[in-house]
């Protein structure tokens, strides 16, 4: 696939726009000279708490971070919890927080950073609610194919953390809230299900969808016809998605030799089969059956955070060549899509795409590229 370098430059630099090391950096210098505690939460929240250690150091009082990731802080304790399904690891960092939190007078300030993925990672369930019973209310609904927005509203109805009520742990009013957005429209009462949002406490974006693909538009506008960002908001099922996509990709095709399409957003996908995969490789599944693809068009379909559903792969590129392969090998894409297995298809053709955790969250993007050699 000749053209999977480029989509993997125009990926990276989307990814690197939004990672810890560059947003938190543009936000909390102005925290250098006083004493602070730092509460870190989310997919990026091991990230954000470390590149705030190298800023401000010492001046660092104490406080917690909870990711998805192992490693270790110099200032702030870290807790390693799970993603997406609440464990007695989630409870167990859940319970950390609060009591860290707790300890805190009326007089500090503390920085909360939030991301994605901190639905999951932490949570302490109602009194009323056995932890087994919230995992088996957590899987239904995971599996079940509704938005982030139902979901989240779904969680907090069963949690005594979120929907603003960990933030009510707080004795002092002297925080802010920094927020790495992975929801469509950036919601602040939808990300992470809103643990701090009582009201009380600012909030401000500081990375979402729309600053990563800005950042991909200016690394390959000046070396195609024309560049342009379809949306951020692509909220729908990866059949109307497929649908949609390549309805643009055939516009665009008619009237320019070289173009790059960007199009963001989280898609959504019900699973009914045992198979490897996520939404993202599902996508790139069904656009490849929707055969927009002439032979200068390449496209990526993959998550910010690094990973795809359950599989190990991050997403999956498709181009006009993967045709040929398909016959060679004799597979039938139309099967593995039946069994939910849209991983398994692209890893045997060898055009699945895989980064490991990336360390930030800003949901999805589809990179469509027509370059001629």
């Known amino acids: ?86 464990t007695q690891k989630s409870v167990k960092a859940t319970k950390l927080l609060i009591q860290e939190i707790k300890k ?96 009380k406490f600012k909030h401000t974006i500081i990375g979402n969808n729309t600053k990563a693909l800005k950042a991909a538009k200016k690394e390959i506008q000046n070396k195609v016809e024309k560049t342009k960002i379809i949306t951020t908001t692509l909220d729908m099922n990866t059949t109307e998605a497929s649908k949609y996509i390549s309805k643009q990709v055939e516009k665009y095709d008619k009237k320019y030799k070289s173009f790059c399409l960007l199009f963001g957003g989280e898609t959504t996908t019900k699973v009914n089969r045992s198979g490897k995969g996520g939404r993202n490789q599902e996508l790139a599944l069904k656009l490849l059956l929707e055969k927009p693809i002439t032979k200068d068009i390449s496209i990526l379909c993959a998550g910010s955070d690094g990973g795809d559903g359950n599989s190990k792969a991050t997403g999956a590129f498709i181009d006009f060549d993967i045709y040929k392969n398909i016959e060679q090998k004799g597979v039938n894409p139309q099967q593995y899509l039946t069994n939910c297995d849209s991983n398994s298809f692209f890893h045997k053709l060898g055009y699945d795409f895989v980064t490991g955790k990336t360390g930030t969250n800003v949901m999805d993007f589809i990179v469509v590229l027509k370059k001629t050699i």
Do not use: W
Not at 107 to 112: A, N, Q, S, V, W
Not at 147 to 163: F, M, P, T, Y
Not at 171 to 185: H, N, R
């Open 1 to 86: 696939m000749y053209r999977k370098k480029e989509l993997k430059k125009i990926y990276f630099k989307a990814v690197n726009a939004v990672l810890p090391k560059t947003i938190v950096k543009e936000n909390i210098t102005k925290y250098k000279n006083k004493k602070v505690y730092i509460f870190s939460i989310g997919k990026a929240g091991y990230d954000m708490a470390k590149e705030a250690e190298k800023i401000l150091k010492n001046n660092i009082l104490g406080g917690v971070a909870v990711s998805n990731k192992k490693g270790k802080l110099k200032y702030i304790k870290h807790l390693t919890s799970t993603h997406p399904l609440v």
């Open 104 to 199: 805190l007078k009326k007089t500090d300030i503390f920085i909360f950073f939030l991301s994605g993925g901190a639905s999951a990672m932490v949570e302490l369930p109602n009194d009323n609610i056995s932890l087994k019973k919230f995992q088996k209310i957590s899987t239904k609904l995971l599996l079940s194919g509704i938005d982030i927005h139902e979901l989240n509203l779904q969680r907090k109805k069963l949690s005594s953390v979120k929907g603003g009520k960990l933030a009510n742990n707080f004795k002092t009013k002297k925080g802010e809230v920094f927020v790495l957005s992975d929801v469509i429209g950036d919601d602040i009462d939808t990300i992470g299900s809103a643990p701090m949002n009582n009201g």
